[in-house]
């Protein structure tokens, strides 16, 4: 049980106040989300430069501290993803925090897959032999992770739905194996910088769409340092709304993408 949060914009964009300022912003649901929970056991959020991914991750709460506000504040990016950690998989350490990077990509998940101390022998055997080595923690997650971009190796990255659609048939699949009845979390998002794409399975999530600059209710500002000739577009997604736009429930079983170049969320069903 976490929360995710991922933007995409096609202007870079400062998102500090769905992060911190909002009146359900990430930080304070890291204290307590709208059922009453805590996400406590982490934090972390990465952009992207002209290098790759640039992640800051910590092992503690986002409330505790100035550490999660600093790392928002500097935050001015088209593509961006955040994660605030309920440890059910593996516990309160950095290699445990989410997001999780390699190479080009990225990649955050909430929820559990049940019963992953059985599962987590054929996930690892699905996994390219020389991917396995990088796996550092002890969660459900990293090891989802690997798992895509083994998948992304042998099917490549044209389609990104469908990578992330065949993740989640085979995880829950083998996740039923061990008990027919369970029921696993799977909200993912994944992206390389310029395209973002994830998944509803089984946990909330929804979604606020952007068309042109507007002043930031929170802060009063607009929040880009816009080009006149661009028309901006942006999408946020979200475990629970954040703000008072007027945000939608992607509906469960779902997959969702966006792309720098496209930054409107498509959604479909599978």
């Given at each position: 049980m976490c929360r995710l949060y991922g933007f995409c914009a096609n202007e870079p964009t400062k998102v500090e106040c769905t992060l911190v300022h909002?009146?359900?912003?990430?930080?304070?649901?890291?204290?307590?989300?709208l059922s009453g929970k805590t996400h406590s056991e982490g934090w972390g959020v990465v952009t992207f430069d002209d290098v790759g991914p640039q992640v800051e991750r910590q092992a503690w709460a986002a409330y505790h501290g100035e550490h999660f506000h600093?790392?928002?504040s500097r935050i001015y990016a088209d593509i961006v993803i955040a994660h605030v950690r309920r440890a059910t998989v593996g516990g309160a350490e950095i290699n445990n925090t989410h997001p999780f990077v390699s190479g080009k990509w990225a990649f955050a998940h909430n929820g559990t897959v049940?019963?992953?101390?059985?599962?987590?022998?054929?996930?690892?055997?699905?996994?390219?032999?020389?991917?396995?080595?990088?796996?550092k923690g002890q969660t459900d997650s990293e090891h989802i992770f690997y798992?895509?971009?083994?998948?992304?190796?042998?099917?490549g990255a044209s389609d990104l739905r469908a990578i992330i659609a065949q993740t989640i048939?085979?995880?829950?699949?083998?996740?039923?194996?061990?008990?027919?009845?369970?029921?696993?979390?799977?909200?993912?998002?994944?992206t390389d910088g310029d395209r973002i794409a994830g998944s509803r399975f089984g946990r909330t999530l929804h979604y606020v769409e952007r068309?042109?600059?507007?002043?930031?209710?929170?802060?009063?500002?607009?929040?880009?340092?816009?080009?006149?000739?661009t028309r901006y577009r942006a999408f946020v997604?979200?475990?629970?709304?954040?703000?008072h736009?007027?945000?939608?429930?992607?509906?469960?079983?779902?997959?969702?993408?966006?792309?720098?170049?496209?930054?409107?969320?498509s959604i479909r069903s599978f």
């Open positions: 909002a009146q359900n912003a990430l930080v304070a649901q890291s204290r307590s989300d600093r790392a928002a049940r019963n992953f101390d059985r599962v987590k022998k054929k996930i690892l055997s699905e996994i390219a032999p020389d991917l396995k080595s990088s796996i798992y895509v971009l083994s998948l992304i190796r042998r099917e048939g085979d995880v829950d699949a083998w996740a039923r194996e061990v008990d027919p009845k369970s029921v696993s979390g799977l909200n993912i998002i994944l068309d042109g600059v507007y002043d930031c209710e929170i802060c009063g500002f607009p929040h880009i340092h816009h080009e006149q000739a997604v979200a475990s629970e709304p954040l703000t736009e007027n945000w939608l429930e992607i509906p469960d079983r779902s997959l969702w993408e966006g792309a720098v170049s496209r930054p409107e969320i």
